[in-house]
Nanobody, 117 residues
Framework: QVQLVESGGGLVQSGGSLRLSCAAS??????????MGWYRQAPGKQRELVAG???????NYADSVKGRFTISGDNVKKTVYLQMNSLKPEDTAVYYC?????????WGQGTQVTVSS
């Protein structure tokens, strides 16, 4: 069983920045071994991968956020961060922390990010 606790969402103007955090439960040996990352879901759209450590320490990014978002990890704190810069209204969504362990998917509760124009 894995618990993921997110924080850091909110309302920001276009061009602004936010940082999301996701802390995994202490039973995790390595955040890089559980495909830990961030997804988002906008109203009426499918959930999509934003950024994640998929299969190792090299991060993957959605094309739409490359150059603007940066994912990082602290394996001691079992926490991943998503630094979001140059935010756009189309980044508005609920952002979910995710991991996969022992063949099971785990999701955080979601945090709302709203970017006003």
């Amino acid at each position: 069983q894995v618990q993921l606790v997110e924080s850091g969402g909110g309302l920001v103007q276009s061009g602004g920045s936010l940082r999301l955090s996701c802390a995994a439960s202490a039973t995790i040996f390595s955040i890089y071994a559980i495909n830990m990352g961030w997804y988002r879901q906008a109203p009426g759209k499918q959930r999509e991968l934003v950024a994640g450590f998929i299969g190792g320490r090299s991060p993957n990014y959605a094309d739409s956020v490359k150059g603007r978002f940066t994912i990082s990890g602290d394996n001691v704190k079992k926490t991943v961060y998503l630094q979001m810069n140059s935010l756009k209204p189309e980044d508005t969504a609920v952002y979910y922390c995710y991991c996969r362990k022992s063949g099971l998917d785990y999701w955080g509760q979601g945090t709302q990010v709203t970017v006003s124009s």
